[in-house]
């Protein structure tokens, strides 16, 4: 596609639920990025992808939180058992490593937990 | 550990006067360093970026950065003020071979008319 799409781009659920965001890189881009935004806060790294494989997860929070991209594309971040301190606006980016950092990120996805 | 601090997490200028949003690094070794627009409920829009060429840089929509080793420093500025630069600024820096962003707390740019 044209950019990186997030789905959904609004998510409400009770605690204690389980939730998935999906990403949708841009075609031919090997590297994604997760990232979480609190409310007056900058981005703050999860989990890196290069392919398939996770190369860094060290930004997950805690094991509630497992991504996955099993075609090395369309990545999905689950979260189990959501607390109220999830609620977040889940960034995803991706890039093509020989681009010299030309990350381009998706709108994101807005975790409400109530 | 390397972080990024933005001094000042909301500056207010007045239409057609001088933008200057700080951003400072910590690094032993110069990373690479980024400005990040984010209009409300959009996502992170590339400004420019230092990549160990020229110290200046020059972005979209008339904004500059000068990168100043000495002073570990990535300020942005913009020579005149529009309405439309109304939004939030996110300093970032890469270092390692992931290329990972750590950002800065962000500052909020209110222009006045």
């Known amino acids: 596609g044209a950019g990186v799409s997030q789905t959904p781009s609004n998510k409400v659920t009770e605690k204690g639920k389980y939730v998935e965001l999906r990403c949708d890189p841009i075609?031919?881009?090997?590297?994604l990025y997760w990232y979480r935004q609190s409310l007056g806060q900058g981005p703050e790294f999860l989990i890196y992808?290069?392919?398939?494989?996770?190369?860094?997860d060290s930004g997950l929070p805690n094991d509630r939180f497992f991504a996955v991209r099993p075609e090395g594309s369309v990545s999905t971040l689950k979260i189990q058992r959501t607390e109220r301190g999830d609620s977040a606006v889940y960034l995803c980016?991706?890039?093509?490593?020989?681009?010299?950092?030309?990350?381009?990120f998706g709108s994101g996805t807005r975790l409400t937990v109530v | 550990a390397q972080s990024v601090t933005q001094l000042g997490s909301h500056v207010s200028v007045s239409e057609g006067a001088l933008v200057l949003l700080r951003c400072n690094y910590s690094?032993?070794?110069?990373?690479?360093l980024f400005w990040y627009v984010q209009y409300p409920n959009q996502g992170l829009q590339l400004l420019l970026k230092?990549?160990?060429?020229?110290?200046l840089v020059k972005g979209i929509n008339g904004f500059e950065a000068e990168f100043k080793k000495s002073e570990t420093s990535f300020h942005l500025t913009k020579p005149s003020a529009h309405m439309s630069d109304a939004a939030e600024y996110f300093c970032?820096?890469?270092?390692?071979?992931?290329?990972?962003?750590?950002f800065g707390q962000g500052t909020t740019l209110q222009v006045k008319p």
């Open positions: 980016a991706s890039t093509d490593p020989s681009a010299n950092y030309g990350y381009t």
């Open positions: 075609s031919g881009h090997t590297a």
């Open positions: 992808f290069q392919g398939t494989g996770a190369a860094d």
């Open positions: 690094s032993s070794v110069p990373p690479y």
């Open positions: 230092y990549t160990s060429a020229a110290t």
């Open positions: 970032a820096a890469a270092r390692s071979n992931t290329g990972k962003l750590i």
